[in-house]
């Protein structure tokens, strides 16, 4: 993992911490399969920093599991991120998910 992002799964939470941005998620997006299996809430609460290139990869994450069959949500959206979010008006994608 980037020392800039680490995750892990807690029960069917995936926990994201630290920064999530273009140069640190390539590695989350190659074990995608992996860490969403049986997963239905992905944490963001501790995230410090999210970029539009990583907002981009949760809503890919979002597509791939709405194609599994699975809703997936997000919880512990920050004002920042919430921010983002608005300004790309993904709200229907994102927040109210």
């Known amino acids: 993992m980037n020392e800039s992002l680490s995750w892990e799964k807690a029960g069917q939470t995936l926990i994201l911490r630290g920064i999530l941005d273009r140069d640190s998620l390539l590695p989350l997006w190659q074990q995608k399969e992996k860490l969403l299996t049986n997963i239905n809430d992905i944490n963001v609460s501790q995230l410090e920093h999210v970029d539009s290139t990583g907002l981009a990869l949760l809503v890919r994450f979002k ?35």
Do not use: A, C, N, W
Not at 74 to 84: A, H, N
């Open 63 to 97: 597509y791939h599991m709405q194609k599994e069959g699975v809703e997936l949500l997000f919880s512990g959206v920050s004002e920042r991120l919430s921010t983002l979010i608005m300004l790309y008006d993904l709200q229907e994608i994102i927040i109210d998910s």
